[in-house]
T-cell receptor, first 113, second 115 residues
């Protein structure tokens, strides 16, 4: 069965430090992979997505993610975190052209001044 | 600009009440989704619809129904609200992919409290 695991429920980093959020998926075919961000009280906003091609994907707000098929991972990174990045981050795998998504449990990012 | 709107940001209802959550999208998308979001559980799919009057159960449909009479509008119905349905409800829409999976666009969410 398809699934997505985000091993870290909460992460705290200092402003200006680098960030990596982990995501592991289980899916039989080539996956469609997404990272969304949810600011407090808001809906989800797409950060980036991977369908095929270059395994390093650039997104909005300075985020990037790398697809590693051998590790079934799609980790999100940012070289220097800003206080405004404090939010909840969701990794998701797409199941086909119905547009259905399977989400991970989410990782809450706290940024220390 | 892409727009998915939900009728209420906050809602307080009593146990046993019938509750309607409305979602409207202006992108002419065929596919629409209802999720509930609970801490530690991420988003779980309740129902989705890939066309007017068409619906399919998601992972947690029990206690919910849906209605899609017009392409732009997708309603979630709690026939008899219970306290365990207190949650954040998120609506999303997307177009069917042509060999790829298109992005889902989300509304701001409705936080429902059932007393």
């Amino acid at each position: 069965a398809q699934s997505v695991t985000q091993p870290d429920i909460h992460i705290t980093v200092s402003e200006g430090a680098s960030l990596e959020l982990r995501c592991n998926y289980s899916y039989g075919a080539t996956p469609y992979l997404f990272w969304y961000v949810q600011s407090p009280g808001q809906g989800l906003q797409l950060l980036l997505k991977y369908f095929s091609g270059d395994t390093l994907v650039q997104g909005i707000k300075g985020f990037e993610a790398e697809f590693k098929r051998s590790q079934s991972s799609f980790n999100l990174r940012k070289p220097s975190v800003h206080w405004s990045d404090a939010a909840e981050y969701f990794c998701a795998v797409g199941t086909g052209n119905t547009g259905k998504l399977i989400f991970g449990q989410g990782t809450t990012l706290q940024v220390k001044p | 600009d892409v727009k998915v709107t939900q009728s209420s940001r906050y809602l307080v209802k009593r146990t046993g009440e019938k509750v309607f959550l409305e979602c409207v999208q202006d992108m002419d998308h065929e596919n629409m989704f209802w999720y509930r979001q609970d801490p530690g559980l991420g988003l779980r799919l309740i129902y989705f619809s890939y066309d007017v009057k068409m619906k399919e159960k998601g992972d947690i449909p029990e206690g919910y129904s849906v209605s899609r009479e017009k392409k732009e509008r997708f309603s979630l119905i709690l026939e008899s609200a219970s306290t365990n349905q207190t949650s954040m409800y998120l609506c999303a829409s997307t177009s069917p992919g042509q060999g790829v999976q298109e992005t889902q666009y989300f509304g701001p969410g409705t936080r429902l409290l059932v007393l």
